[in-house]
């Protein structure tokens, strides 16, 4: 062992010194020899070592209690960005090319017979439940050849036929619409259709105004004929007492303005799917309708107004 030298020739310093003389290094000798020291322990006595030197080198620690070093040391301070410098093994294998390779260079090797072409697992043609109504073009080929003129004609014809049909359905129902200038020029032309029917009960009332105030001016005589005018309309629009359907009360009459919170719905109770005696067709289950969403069968009156007296909370009617 390389310690030994170091060993012998650190007790023999240390004694001499220590002790002095001759017998008194022979005695401390076989007392140190007798204790047999451990190295590394506290009882090792006086040994200094040199800052270089290494007590333990790797040859003769065992190889699991190294291994089980260095894997704490990686537990504890692992690398996990790999910024430390790789160490070298033992291995002579050739590195792997992590790189893909390019689509030439696997068609060279194909063609040069390296090896063949992975072919496509085959599958049995299946149609999934559901969708027996629809067209099965299993195993058909698709075609790579450009739509002839032919072709394209008939495609824009069909798209012309149905926007066509779109737009006469939604004239349909516009059919009543007016553009704003046509509601502008209509608004104005009642308004001047007003004043034409006004104009005789205007003279009428701005000549009698202006006898019973002959020193108004004439802004305050048009403000008072527009007052008189609409207090007129207000006495012909206001319905007579002598009709019996009008009966003046102190409440005021909300029926015009308050909006109803009463709505409707409707749903379906049953379950869609395929009904066998109906030819395998989806159908729903409590009215057997064949429209998945048509209306249901089902119909709530909700009033949003009523009181809920109930524990569960429901408002329908």
């Known amino acids: 062992m390389f310690l030994q030298s170091k060993y012998e020739k650190q007790i023999n310093q240390d004694t001499r010194t220590t002790f002095g003389g001759t017998l008194g290094f022979q005695q401390a000798k076989r007392e140190l020899k007798a204790k047999a020291p451990v190295v590394g322990s506290a009882n090792f006595g006086r040994t200094n070592f040199e800052r270089g030197e290494q007590i333990f080198p790797k040859e003769e620690i065992p190889k699991t209690n190294y291994e089980a070093k260095v894997q704490m040391k ?5 690398d996990i960005l790999g910024l430390r ?11 792997y090319n992590t790189q893909e390779e390019d689509f030439e260079r696997k068609l060279t090797k194909i063609k040069l017979g390296f090896f063949d072409t992975p072919l496509p697992k085959y599958r049995e043609p299946k149609i999934e439940a559901g969708t027996d109504t629809r067209d099965n073009y299993t195993g058909w080929n698709v075609s790579t050849e450009p739509p002839s003129r032919f072709q394209n004609k008939l495609a824009i014809d069909e798209l012309s036929k149905k926007s066509m049909t779109k737009t006469l359905q939604v004239a349909a129902k516009l059919k009543d619409y007016k553009d704003p200038v046509e509601t502008v020029k209509e608004f104005n032309e009642t308004i001047r259709q007003n004043k034409r029917d006004e104009q005789e009960l205007r003279k009428t009332l701005k000549e009698k105004y202006r006898f019973e ?7 305050r005589i048009n403000a008072g004929v527009n007052r ?22 102190f409440k005021p009459d909300m029926s015009k303005t308050m909006k109803p919170s009463i709505s409707h719905y409707a749903y379906h109770n049953g379950t869609w799917g395929v009904n066998v005696a109906s030819k395998e067709k989806e159908v729903w289950s409590c009215c057997m309708m064949n429209k998945k969403t048509g209306e249901g069968c089902v119909k709530v009156k909700v009033n949003k107004d009523k009181w809920i007296l109930d524990s569960c909370g429901s408002a329908c009617a």
Request: glycine residues 2%.
């Open 228 to 249: 008189l005018v609409y207090e007129h309309k207000i006495t012909t629009m206001r319905p007579h007492s002598e009709d019996p359907t009008h009966k003046p009360t």
């Open 74 to 78: 990686q537990f504890a301070d692992p």
């Open 213 to 219: 105030n002959p020193a108004a001016t004439e802004e």
């Open 85 to 95: 410098k790789k160490e070298w093994n033992g291995s002579v294998s050739v590195p």
